[in-house]
């Protein structure tokens, strides 16, 4: 089954660096049959246009403002991300709900935002360890998914990629402790967000709607958990900066 496979290179990476990784991943993911999408900061959005042009691999920016244009200094617009090579935008990851206190309500305008200008959303959610301690965590990701969705309509979800990112997993230092996640945790995830989307939308949609995991994914358990037929993708951070390590897990065939 072909996978939907994102590599997150978060604050890493210099052009020169990046230019090298761009052209290495477009020659050793020539003949994959994954959705391949990477997505570097945004100053390299064009280098990754340049170098990744005819190659299977899509271009994604890790974040965008909701507004179009103005006095937002320091801010990125969708048309803007757009206009640089990106088809994909990652709304909502965790780093920047907790680091910058980003709230639903501006989740939401921003997938409106990336909606409007044409782009692939990847929302990610997912709850921290306390929240799963309490037992809360179902009742938490139904609810993120709830509020950053609101009124976007049916036919815009077609656009839209879940990406479940349970907080504690981001990160193999934190994965420590023992809290590496299971298939079973994973796949019951998977199961309260399409429900969540056939409640509020529709079965058909529930059945269409892509989710990913994200959170630790490497080259020790990418294939464990990308052979499950329940996860339609991945979106991977640390394991990423390596173009090796992530082209493997790229072009695999699951
Ligand atoms: P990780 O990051 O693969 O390093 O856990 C995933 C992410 O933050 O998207």
Sequence with gaps: MNKIIIGNLKMNTIASEFKVYAMSLATKTKNSKNEIVICPPFTHLTTAKEFLSGSKVKIGAQNIFDEEKGAYTGEISANMIKDAGATYVIIGHSDRRNKFKETDKFINRKIKSALAN?????????????????????????????????????????????????????????????????????????????????????????????????????????????????????????????????????????
């Design 118 to 254: 044409g782009l692939k959303v990847v929302l990610c959610v997912g709850e921290n360890w306390q929240t799963r301690q309490n037992k809360q965590e179902y009742d938490f990701v139904r609810k993120q998914i709830d509020d950053d969705l609101k009124g976007i309509y049916e036919n815009e979800l077609e656009s839209v990629l879940i990406a479940y990112e349970p907080i504690w997993a981001i990160s193999t230092n934190k994965t420590a402790e023992n809290r590496n996640i299971s298939k079973k945790d994973i796949n019951k995830m998977v199961d309260v967000i399409r429900k969540e989307i056939e409640t509020q939308y529709s079965t058909k949609a529930s059945e269409q709607i892509k989710v990913l995991y994200g959170g630790s994914v490497d080259l020790n358990n990418y294939k464990k958990i990308l052979s499950n037929e329940f996860v339609d993708g991945a979106i991977i951070g640390g394991a990423s900066l390596n173009v090796d390590n992530f082209s493997v897990i790229a072009r695999e065939t699951y």
